[in-house]
């Protein structure tokens, strides 16, 4: 007999076969409850003492995400709180019988005959993070995610770009200011990629016009905050013949337009419940500010200064405060931010005739979630670009591909985990699979 989810036992009563873990027994005089959930939902099982003495002896010791197969019939009552549907059940295999588990994956509230549990720590539960998933929260979060990079690759896919898959292991230790993780390479040593960047832009000189990929990312950076991670998945994308870094803009807000959208229908009412959090669909255009024009908003607005030398990049503080300025201005959860000194961005943004560098970050929520740019694609200003960061010997082979022609591109990278972390109102550690920080490397 083929298995049947939970929901299509609900939705169509009959003959099933259900399997999942065991969320609640209760055990009263005359009925067993067992509450059995899958990824699709929960439902009710229920054993009546009398007459099924088998069955009973079955499910004597089970315990709470033991996992089983209940063979019986799914009913329609209108006594059953849970769905309106019960499963009265032939028979059960207990399938794994689950031990004692070792954190508490929510705080449970204190009753007249029980003391309150409190939720085990973020770093306990992630030491048993197999564990830890099993919550309707956590199959939600991946759930979202599914669609939200569905939807990213559906709407790039349907503009003519190709996915590509880069390599992780890079012969360089020069893409960008932040550290990088070195490797041994059989007679050298090799290490991990921070960014698909130059891979994006090679694709560019072979042609390729539009380009995504959705791809694993290391960052060697000590930083114990709620939203870095040492590895995360990166969703970048680079296309070829524009006119502007805004042209890149406006492809990154309708992207997200787009994905917000498709996340909304397919799930915003279930985050509304189990999050508490609206999934607003943005409006297009984002607004845009200069960063000499916000830091002078938020003096205005909320005194908020800091020292002149500090003025070419943007705060973690000014970060935050701008979204109580967009919104109080604009009514919008996003920031486009430009203008930026060329000593904190990257050697390949292209500059204007006055030394800007042309892109931007977005920030949403209050947290920076891209830096996206035109790129420079003439050879001899990108390898002086280079050589003023001190790049240029170990950017050669990058500069190799901006030799032979190359139209000229630009792009941007977002981290699928910070944005699953800001949409959800999460931690960075809650919003992966497994966290990657510099403490953790297990499980």
């Known amino acids: 007999m083929e298995r049947t989810y939970i929901k299509d036992a609900i939705a169509n009563p009959g003959k099933v076969k259900i399997q999942g873990f065991v969320d609640i027994i209760r055990d009263t005089k005359y009925v067993v409850f067992i509450i059995l959930k899958d990824i699709t939902g929960t439902i009710q099982v229920t054993i009546e003492k009398e007459g099924n003495e088998a069955l009973l002896s079955k499910v004597e010791g089970l315990t709470a995400d033991s996992v089983i197969t209940?063979?019986?019939?799914?009913?329609?009552?209108?006594?059953?709180?849970?769905?309106?549907?019960e499963v009265i059940p032939e028979d059960v295999v207990v399938e794994s019988l689950a031990d004692a588990l070792p954190i508490n994956r929510k705080e449970i509230p204190a009753t007249k005959k029980k003391a309150a549990v409190e939720r085990s720590s973020i770093d306990q539960r992630i030491d048993y993070r197999w564990i830890d998933l099993r919550t309707e929260e956590n199959q939600l979060m991946f759930k979202v995610?599914?669609?939200?990079?569905?939807?990213?690759?559906?709407?790039?896919?349907?503009?003519?770009?190709?996915?590509?898959?880069?390599?992780?292991?890079?012969?360089?230790?020069?893409?960008?200011?932040?550290?990088?993780?070195?490797?041994?390479?059989?007679?050298?040593?090799?290490?991990?990629?921070?960014?698909?960047?130059?891979?994006?832009?090679?694709?560019?000189?072979?042609?390729?016009?539009?380009?995504?990929?959705?791809?694993?990312?290391f960052r060697a950076e000590k930083s114990f905050t709620s939203k870095h991670t040492t590895e995360f998945t990166g969703f970048d994308?680079?296309?070829?013949?524009?006119?502007?870094?805004?042209?890149?803009?406006?492809?990154?807000?309708?992207?997200?337009?787009y994905m917000l959208k498709e996340v909304k229908e397919a799930y915003g009412d279930a985050i509304k419940e189990l999050f508490g959090i609206d999934v607003i669909v943005p409006t297009t255009p984002f607004p845009v500010v200069?960063?000499?024009?916000?830091?002078?908003?938020?003096?205005?607005?909320?005194?908020?200064?800091?020292?002149?030398?500090?003025k070419n990049d943007l705060t973690t503080e000014a970060e935050r405060l701008s979204y109580d300025w967009v919104m109080k201005k604009y009514g919008h959860e996003f920031l486009f931010v430009t203008d930026f000194g060329p000593e904190k961005r990257a050697f390949y943004h292209m500059?204007?005739?006055?030394?800007?560098?042309?892109?931007?970050?977005?920030?949403?929520?209050?947290?920076?979630?891209?830096?996206?740019?035109?790129?420079?694609?003439?050879?001899?200003?990108?390898?002086?670009?280079?050589?003023?960061?001190?790049?240029?010997?170990?950017?050669?082979?990058?500069?190799?591909?901006?030799?032979?022609?190359?139209?000229?591109?630009?792009?941007?990278?977002?981290?699928?985990?910070?944005?699953?972390?800001?949409?959800?109102?999460?931690?960075?550690?809650?919003?992966?699979?497994?966290?990657?920080?510099?403490?953790?490397?297990?499980?």
């Open 237 to 257: 994308l680079e296309f070829s013949y524009i006119e502007s870094f805004r042209d890149v803009m406006k492809m990154e807000e309708e992207l997200l337009a």
């Open 351 to 443: 500059r204007d005739e006055n030394g800007i560098p042309q892109g931007y970050d977005l920030i949403w929520r209050g947290v920076e979630i891209t830096t996206g740019a035109q790129r420079e694609h003439r050879y001899d200003l990108l390898a002086a670009q280079a050589a003023e960061k001190g790049l240029k010997a170990d950017v050669e082979f990058y500069l190799e591909f901006f030799k032979y022609g190359c139209p000229p591109h630009g792009g941007f990278g977002l981290g699928v985990d910070r944005i699953t972390m800001l949409m959800l109102g999460l931690h960075i550690k809650d919003a992966m699979f497994i966290f990657r920080g510099p403490n953790r490397l297990n499980p």
């Open 145 to 217: 995610q599914t669609v939200m990079v569905n939807a990213m690759r559906k709407f790039l896919i349907e503009k003519n770009f190709i996915e590509i898959l880069s390599p992780k292991l890079i012969g360089t230790a020069s893409e960008s200011g932040s550290d990088v993780f070195e490797v041994k390479y059989f007679d050298r040593f090799a290490y991990l990629a921070q960014s698909p960047q130059f891979y994006k832009q090679m694709a560019m000189a072979s042609g390729f016009e539009r380009i995504f990929e959705v791809g694993p990312v």
């Open 290 to 310: 200069k960063l000499a024009d916000l830091y002078d908003e938020l003096e205005k607005e909320f005194g908020y200064t800091v020292p002149e030398e500090e």
């Open 70 to 85: 209940v063979i019986g019939n799914a009913v329609a009552s209108e006594y059953v709180k849970l769905n309106g549907v």
